[in-house]
């Protein structure tokens, strides 16, 4: 390795080892820096001088832990420090942007969600650092110190560089949003594909906490999935998710916005099903859909009551769905499958319809392992961004800023 070199590689060791220590006095504190020692297989030295900075930058705080059936003095015990640190955690969606403040432990401090109308004079980046500058002012009494934006949002995304290629729904082409908000703010700015980042957030907050390998697949306005293997999102430092929303399941069905035929987003997306369900009514003139506003609510409610057509059209996603689902277990055979849907309204309808398909069409010995079940969180709030910020500071790169002041 050359000379000059080597500096970049101690500050690159020096950050990841400050953030699997945070880690874990995060996960497990209050905790000794013995235990610390022991938990992060870093040596007492290096723990002492970690957790100096940390306490230096108020990031960590010393509490006393008494230890179980010990009569002696209670040992000093570390753990996070979070309130007084807020960040800004922003979720876009069609027609409508969600802005919230949040402190490091992820509790919500503000939340507002308001209008994001398609179409607009001005141009989407200017909206966009407008809503922020505007939040800002109207809660000014509640922030504390900022440390970071996360922005969930659909899309072709270039997350390193914090530049977003495409939306659906918007008309935005390679727009620069991370660079020009770092530059506006003066904190970093992470983006992250929507679906990517709740993925996320389920593994570090939600149902899927504890697992090493996920499939989380989403059925709303767009169909794409997350996947988690061995502890770490697949792509998570890339533009790329796993498209499956764009995954051919029927030739000759109805033409995508993205060029093909027959994706599974023109059958199994919120938008698609409804249409379906509006065009099979008139075949049915029984079903309790009709004399109703047609909604997911609707849809949902009389799948439930046992109504024939509306459990046909759901069990139809399902079935679709688990298809390509059952492809997805024979490649990463993942210990459980969550499903985040307005669909899960109708959870014992769908549920069983994906795993008969996976059951049916993946490896058994992949298969009978793998639990269907739902999200914890919905594609609704800003969880998604708390996501981001928290894996920033376990990989070290916000911490490091943060201790730097």
């Not at 040596?43 to 509490?63: D, Y």
């Not at 938008?271 to 009709?290: P, T, W, Y």
């Not at 994906?354 to 298969?367: G, T």
Request: glycine share 8%; with cysteine; proline share 4%.
């Amino acid at each position: 390795m050359g000379a000059d070199s080597q500096p970049g590689h101690i500050d690159q060791i020096k950050q990841t080892n400050a953030g699997a220590v945070y880690r874990l006095i995060d996960q497990t504190g209050p905790v000794s820096r013995i235990d610390l020692s022991r938990l992060a297989q870093l040596a007492p030295a290096s723990i002492t001088k970690i957790v100096r900075e940390m306490l230096e930058a108020h990031l960590v705080q010393e509490t006393e832990i008494q230890e179980p059936g010990s009569r002696g003095r209670p040992a000093v015990g570390l753990m996070v420090e979070t309130q007084a640190w807020h960040f800004l955690s922003v979720r876009i969606n069609r027609g409508e942007i969600n802005l919230a403040l949040r402190d490091l432990s992820s509790k919500l401090v503000v939340e507002e969600q308001l209008d994001l109308p398609l179409e607009d004079g001005t141009p989407f980046l200017d909206r966009i650092v407008n809503h922020v500058d505007h939040f800002f002012i109207r809660h000014q009494q509640k922030l504390e110190r900022l440390t970071a934006i996360a922005i969930t949002l659909p899309g072709v995304i270039d997350t390193e560089r914090g530049i977003i290629h495409s939306m659906p729904f918007y008309s935005v082409q390679s727009v620069p949003l991370g660079e020009a908000l770092e530059a506006h703010t003066g904190v970093p700015v992470f983006i992250q594909h929507d679906i990517s980042a709740w993925t996320m957030a389920e593994g570090l907050f939600g149902a899927s906490r504890g697992a090493r390998d996920v499939i989380q697949v989403v059925i709303d306005h767009n169909v794409g999935a997350g996947v988690i293997t061995d502890g770490r999102l697949l792509h998570g430092g890339s533009s790329s998710l796993v498209e499956i929303g764009h995954t051919q399941v029927d030739p000759y069905g109805k033409r995508c916005y993205c060029g093909n035929h027959g994706c599974l987003e023109t059958i199994a997306s919120i938008d698609s099903v409804l249409e379906l369900a509006q065009q099979r009514m008139s075949q049915s003139m029984s079903s309790m859909l009709h004399g109703t506003p047609l909604t997911v609510e609707s849809l949902c409610e009389a799948a439930r009551q046992g109504d024939l057509l509306a459990r046909d059209i759901i069990v139809g996603v399902g079935t679709n769905v688990g298809r390509i689902l059952a492809i997805m277990v024979n490649l990463f055979n993942p210990q459980k499958i969550l499903i985040g849907s307005p669909l899960n309204l109708a959870s014992d309808v769908l549920f069983p319809a994906i795993s008969a398909c996976i059951n049916q069409q993946a490896l058994p010995a992949y298969s009978r392992n793998t639990l269907v079940e739902a999200t914890h969180f919905s594609n609704r709030g800003t969880m998604a961004g708390a996501a981001l910020v928290k894996e920033a500071l376990y990989n070290g790169t916000l911490l490091i800023r943060l201790l730097q002041g």
